[in-house]
């Protein structure tokens, strides 16, 4: 179809000289340059136009609400013209708003669905609730026990040293994490360890004390196996081979899927008798006394996951590929939840394996469009990493509610009302924050809004403009078929044998970012509770948990504390987590 061109007279201004005046054709394809690139294509033709008109298109330049208000912001004089341009981004807030917010709730609609069964019926031990529910325990107990105390004090001192270590340099600052051991090896294949810290985190060697001794041996286990994968496959340069070998991620979302199916087996029968009231409303489904009716919520996720797919359908995303996304989605979120409420690991990052990027690895992202291909990078946001995904806090909260015999239905309104708040809340404070201080100047390392903002369009410019090679696609399924049955293998050699010392979720998790953090105290940890299981039984384990909780709560009241003090007074101060 062919549209007409326009020719626009636009100025310019030359200091000290009169303005040039240049006629420019603007086409839908961007203005013609061939007066400006007159090497690139051949000169005008009888009618005055170019014979092979070059023209050059800048999206920046396209209507855009997000763009025009960029533009404004950098424009304007006054505040006044400041809150004007705010305006423009009503309408791209007030969309990833309502998204977040059916998303939300489509999360606590299926954390409905799954409370009883996996909290009455299977009694999943939910590990991490422990220490607020003991908080919180009529006449506090925990608050009485010297042990915790001790703990605390433990925890605590080490923080308030290292927090006026950071303010005052001349204080020597207590060694306790990120001494980075990778730079040591710098010989192939050694080297290919990479980054390899030691951290000596109190609050986690206390969580580390709550998990399963299966679970906190194989974290530390699997992590140093993700290494050694490195280190042989550079020694037989495969990595050099194989574009992405040893495909650690792709390994991991395998595992996550392994998960996700036990999880669902495990839970088939409540399943089945869900689907079943769908189609026979007179079926007694035993919600009695649920927060909500179960048809009602299984209504909700199927609906929200409806307007969910549809959102991505809008946003340029094909149909097969939006149902793909959102079904892989629910696995992960399913997995994660399962994982957290069994057994509490302390990480679940899955760095860079989440839908987004699956998709694209497995299908090549040569064979999908560019739309494709944007509309998935526009969902990197909440598939970066998973480590602090809303459902297993929800499903936890209602463990707590449980226990504390709280109101089911007052807790689901109070999540609802949080999410309303927050929403609007964390936009605001992205936006006014990188506003003030700017994104790339005054924010600290390690800069996360470049980082952040900048991985999912990087990663876009490299899947159109280089791509990897059409075997890699191969190979990522490959590996997340390994992952997948090496899972399987664990979970089933553990059900049948109980002395069986892995654990598939220590083999999933092992390998995120936080894991190069968590791995030597979670060792640390495991050693100490293996010790006093064997010398002192659950007697001793029992007496010293108290003191174990107290470095959970000293480090993390000390911690947060030097952070209100830091936003308080406008100065950087110490972090406990990650690092300073």
């Known amino acids: ?49 170019p014979e092979q008109p070059l023209a050059l298109r800048w999206t920046s330049f396209d209507p855009a609400p997000m763009i025009e208000a960029l533009r404004m912001m950098n424009g304007s004089r006054t505040c006044d013209e400041f809150r004007e ?30 409370r009883k069964q996996w909290t009455e019926r299977e009694r999943l031990a939910y590990p991490l609730v422990q220490l607020p529910l003991d908080m919180t325990a009529e006449g506090a107990p925990l608050f009485r026990n010297r042990y915790m105390w001790i703990g605390f004090a433990l925890a605590a001192s080490i923080d308030i040293w290292n927090g006026f ?50 679970l906190s041996f194989s974290c530390w286990f699997f992590f140093i196996m993700w290494k050694l994968q490195r280190v042989i496959s550079a020694n037989y340069a495969w990595d050099g081979l194989i574009q992405g070998f040893p495909f650690v991620a792709e390994q991991s979302f395998g595992a996550y899927m392994g998960i996700a199916v036990f999880a669902l087996w495990a839970s088939r029968k409540h399943f089945a ?23 009602l919520a299984s ?53 860079d394996a989440g839908p987004d990027r699956i998709i694209a690895s497995v299908l090549g992202p040569q064979n999908l469009s560019d739309q494709n291909l944007t509309s998935l990078s526009s969902f990197f946001w909440f598939n970066r990493a998973y480590r602090s995904h809303p459902m297993p806090f929800e499903l936890e909260g209602y463990k707590i509610a449980e226990r504390a015999r709280m109101h089911y239905r007052r807790l689901g309104f109070a999540i609802f009302l949080a999410v309303l708040i927050g929403i609007p809340a964390a936009f605001y404070a992205v936006l006014s924050l990188t506003y003030k201080y700017g994104a790339a100047t005054n924010m600290a390392p390690p800069d996360v809004p470049l980082i952040f903002g900048g991985e999912p369009y990087n990663r876009l410019t490299g899947w159109i403009k280089t791509p990897p090679l059409p075997m890699t696609a191969i190979y990522t399924r490959w590996a997340i078929g390994v992952g997948f049955s090496l899972t399987i293998l664990l979970n089933t050699l553990r059900m049948r044998f109980p002395w069986f ?80």
């Open 299 to 351: 209504i909700g996720f199927l609906g929200g996951t409806a307007l969910m797919i549809l959102f991505a359908i809008l946003a340029g995303m094909s149909v097969p590929i939006a149902f793909a996304f959102f079904g892989i989605y629910w696995l992960l979120a399913l997995a994660i939840t399962r994982m957290r409420a069994e057994l509490g690991p302390p990480a679940h990052d899955l760095h």
């Open 85 to 114: 341009a705010l305006k423009h981004w009503v309408v791209p807030l007030a969309c990833w708003s309502a998204f977040i917010l059916v998303m939300v709730l489509s999360m606590l609609c299926l954390v409905m669905l799954l």
């Open 1 to 49: 179809e062919w549209h007409d061109a326009e020719v626009r007279r636009e100025g310019i201004r030359v200091k000290g000289s009169t303005p040039v005046v240049q006629e420019v054709i603007v086409t839908r394809h961007g203005p013609v340059i061939n007066e400006l690139a007159p090497g690139l294509a051949a000169g005008l033709g009888p009618d005055g136009l």
């Open 165 to 214: 270590a950071f303010l005052y340099p001349q204080l020597p600052l207590l060694p306790i994490k990120k001494i980075d051991l990778g730079p040591t090896f710098t010989t192939r294949p050694w080297n290919a360890v990479g980054w390899l810290p030691i951290c000596f985190y109190p609050f986690v060697i206390g969580l580390g004390i709550l998990l399963p001794l299966d």
């Open 273 to 295: 008798l869900l689907l079943r009231g769908l189609f026979d409303w007179k079926k007694d489904l035993e919600d009695q006394n649920e927060p909500v009716p179960y048809r």
């Open 501 to 580: 010392p892995f654990h598939p979720v220590g083999y999933a998790v092992s390998s995120t970012w936080s894991m190069n953090l968590l791995w030597l105290p979670l060792l640390l940890a495991w050693a100490i509770k293996a010790l006093m299981l064997r010398y002192g039984g659950l007697q001793l384990y029992r007496k010293a948990l108290p003191f174990f909780m107290g470095l959970v709560l000293g480090e993390c009241v000390v911690g947060g504390a030097w952070t209100i003090i830091g936003i308080a007074l406008h100065i950087p101060t110490y972090a406990f987590w990650p690092w300073p």
